[in-house]
Nanobody
């Protein structure tokens, strides 16, 4: 069982920062690659960042490289998304997702098995 709960969303001015957290409160957490995805109204859901189960490898979509950092603390069953230099185009509902994956090539992952409910991030100009 994997149960993901996101927190940390909110409203921020352009150029500001937010840190999102996602905690797995379920019973299964081993070897889960974790990801953040987002969806703006009327737009497709898009992958933001992925991190391997060990935290040794990450992947980001081009538009957030250099601004967002994904990390995890397995002792806390938690993954984070540190977002800096936020732009209005970052406004979306951000979802935490997980997939059993033992490899390090997390850049190939596009589909995930478990999802949180999402947390709203709003960036004003």
């Amino acid at each position: 069982q994997v149960q993901l709960v996101e927190s940390g969303g909110g409203s921020v001015q352009a150029g500001g920062s937010l840190r999102l957290s996602c905690t797995n409160s379920g019973r299964t957490f081993s070897r889960q690659a974790m990801a953040w995805l987002r969806q703006a109204p009327g737009k497709e859901r898009e992958l933001v960042a992925v991190i391997s189960w060990s935290g040794d490898s990450t992947a980001y979509r081009d538009s957030v490289k250099g601004r967002f950092t994904i990390s995890r603390d397995n002792a806390k069953n938690t993954v984070y998304l540190q977002m800096t230099s936020l732009k209005p185009e970052d406004t979306a509902v951000y979802y935490c997702a997980a997939k059993f994956y033992t490899g390090q090539n997390v850049g190939v992952l596009t589909q995930f098995d478990y999802w949180g409910q999402g947390t709203q991030v709003t960036v004003s100009s």
